[in-house]
């Protein structure tokens, strides 16, 4: 079993839907949450981060772990062109597991 | 971008011939990583670096050796590529538990 599963996608959205997005993990001992974008032919840039359970809102996107159910999720609302991109989670401590990755396009 | 760069940023070299991959930080960070990115894998981490000389193993490190002799670099070894080593390279480093990445290494193998 991976440490953590990413529902693979893709999803494809119209412009201005809510995308959802989420993981799962194996590790209860996992304390740090983070959610990275990846555009085609570019390394993961940092989107999100949480440490331990509750809600984080950032503009348009919001985080979300519950550390009981072992679930993150990962929430854009009002999904632009821009959001078109691969979205990864990652869990862990110093060293972070990473999901297989959800790509996204928002369709205008 | 952190003030990471990765050296050379495409190769393609033959199966059985070393490959050195190198990565340049500018920041002093003491973590860094690298991190082999692959269809429907995901990055997988293959070796990572907590200070000069101290290196430990990812979960994919058959094949694959690191040295760090300088805070600054830290360099990942093919000793011998074969063509399951075809993959996207990404280094990274580590700021209060936050990875930054690297622009990767695109490498085939043929």
């Known amino acids: 079993q991976k440490e953590v599963e990413q529902d693979p996608g893709p999803l494809s959205v119209p412009e201005g839907a809510i995308v959802s997005l989420n993981c799962t993990y194996s590790?209860?001992?996992?304390?740090?949450f983070m959610w990275y974008r990846q555009y085609s032919r570019k390394g993961p840039e940092l989107l999100m981060y949480?440490?331990?359970?509750g809600n984080k809102e950032d503009g348009r996107f919001t985080a979300q772990v519950d550390k009981s159910s072992k679930y993150i999720s990962l929430f854009i609302r009002d999904s632009q062109p821009s959001d078109s991109a691969t979205y990864l989670c990652?869990?862990?401590?110093?060293?972070?597991?990473f999901g297989a990755g959800t790509t996204v396009t928002v369709r205008a | 971008d952190a003030g990471i760069t990765q050296s050379p940023r495409h190769k393609v070299t033959e199966t059985g011939t070393p490959v050195t991959l190198r990565c340049h930080q500018t920041?002093?960070?003491?973590?860094m990583y690298w991190y082999r990115q692959d269809p429907g894998h995901g990055l997988r981490l293959i070796h990572y670096?907590?200070?000069?000389?101290?290196?430990d193993k990812g979960e994919v490190s058959d094949g694959y050796s690191v040295s760090r002799s300088k805070t600054e670099d830290f360099l990942l070894t093919l000793e011998s590529a074969t063509s399951s080593q075809t993959s996207v390279y990404f280094c990274?480093?580590?700021?209060?538990?936050?990875?930054?990445f690297g622009p990767g290494t695109r490498l085939t193998v043929t």
């Open positions: 990274a480093i580590s700021e209060d538990r936050v990875l930054y």
């Open positions: 590790n209860s001992a996992f304390q740090y």
């Open positions: 949480t440490y331990s359970s």
């Open positions: 990652a869990i862990g401590d110093y060293k972070l597991s």
């Open positions: 920041e002093n960070h003491r973590y």
């Open positions: 670096s907590y200070g000069v000389k101290d290196t």
